[in-house]
């Protein structure tokens, strides 16, 4: 299918475009210390283009630029950053612009908790962008609140706040070593609730309706991936018809988010400490969707925390 006519609504992605350039860009913007540069060291690593600490307003001369020497159509990244207060009103204008002469721009936001990038910056013993005068968490709380409107409209948002930095890589060649991807990609998280939720998360599923294996003694110190754990929790009433009801909502959800142009999404499955239940339950849900042709990685980010 050739790319939409002039005005033609793009169902793909719900946006509206014009003949231009046929490209698309990837945007890799977020929190200062969340790895913004590691993220853009994987992308070159996987063949991409990738120009680092771009100003917003030099995005479509970049794109123009990219389809002139025809690089990859869809391997295409720019970093950029906070640099002034007009930050937000720039980039947004970029991008409506980029849309408008019909270059498909995905943005990837990184961030991490305050406290981990404290801890990052005084690592590496440099002040924040932001903080002028003042300390780490003023910057912080400044940056946090120009890119809050950036973050609720990225197309992916990335928490580095538990991940090194090869962690970090492996996450951006899971998302973008394969190319341009024609569904959805989701990556189904465990965790616990007494940590916190995730804070990438596009959806939250609440396991704690179901009986606790913790106090089963022979089954606390196993995890949701060891089979009398999952037989346990699995076989509890309840347990299959949420399995069944939420299969059918998710597959109705990919489907809109492909429409909309989504390709990546976070589900978070949650227990109590993130070791039984929701371990079992992220695994079996990821059985049933690559059973229906969804493309799912599997996480769990707190079995062996307690």
């Not at 006519?5 to 890799?28: C, F, I, M, N, Y």
């Not at 690593?45 to 120009?51: A, E, P």
């Not at 022979?218 to 509890?236: K, N, S, W």
């Not at 909309?260 to 049933?288: F, M």
Request: charged share 25%; proline share 5%; aromatic share 6%.
């Amino acid at each position: 299918m050739g790319p939409p006519a002039p005005e033609e609504k793009d169902r793909s992605t719900g946006r509206s475009g014009k003949q231009g350039a046929g490209h698309s860009l990837v945007v890799v913007t977020g929190m200062s210390g969340a790895g913004r540069s590691t993220a853009a060291k994987a992308l070159e690593d996987l063949g991409w283009f990738v120009i680092d600490n771009l100003p917003p307003g030099l995005l479509f001369a970049m794109a123009e630029e990219a389809g002139k020497v025809n690089l990859a159509a869809d391997r295409v990244a720019a970093v950029v950053d906070v640099r002034s207060l007009a930050f937000t009103t720039d980039l947004h204008a970029a991008i409506a612009e980029l849309q408008d002469r019909g270059v498909e721009v995905r943005v990837v936001f990184l961030e991490a908790s305050d406290e981990e990038l404290v801890r990052r910056f005084e690592a590496v013993r440099r002040p924040h962008p932001l903080q002028g005068d003042g300390r780490v968490v003023d910057g912080i709380a400044k940056e946090r609140g120009i890119l809050r409107e950036v973050r609720a409209h990225a197309d992916l948002v990335i928490d580095t706040s538990g991940l090194n930095v090869h962690e970090l890589r492996r996450k951006i060649v899971s998302f973008f070593g394969g190319g341009a991807r024609p569904g959805l990609l989701l990556t189904i998280v465990s965790f616990g609730y007494k940590y916190g939720l995730p804070v990438d998360a596009d959806l939250v599923v609440d396991c704690r309706f179901l009986p606790n294996p913790h106090w089963v003694p022979e089954l606390r110190p196993m995890t949701g991936r060891d089979a009398p754990v999952r037989d346990y929790v699995l076989g509890r009433p309840g347990a299959k018809e949420f399995l069944d009801a939420y299969e059918e909502v998710l597959g109705v959800v990919a489907d809109g988010y492909v429409r909309e142009g989504k390709n990546y999404a976070v589900l978070a499955v949650g227990c109590t400490g993130g070791k039984h239940r929701s371990v079992a339950i992220a695994e079996q849900l990821a059985v049933r969707l690559r059973e229906r042709g969804m493309e799912v990685q599997v996480t769990h980010r707190d079995v062996g925390r307690e």
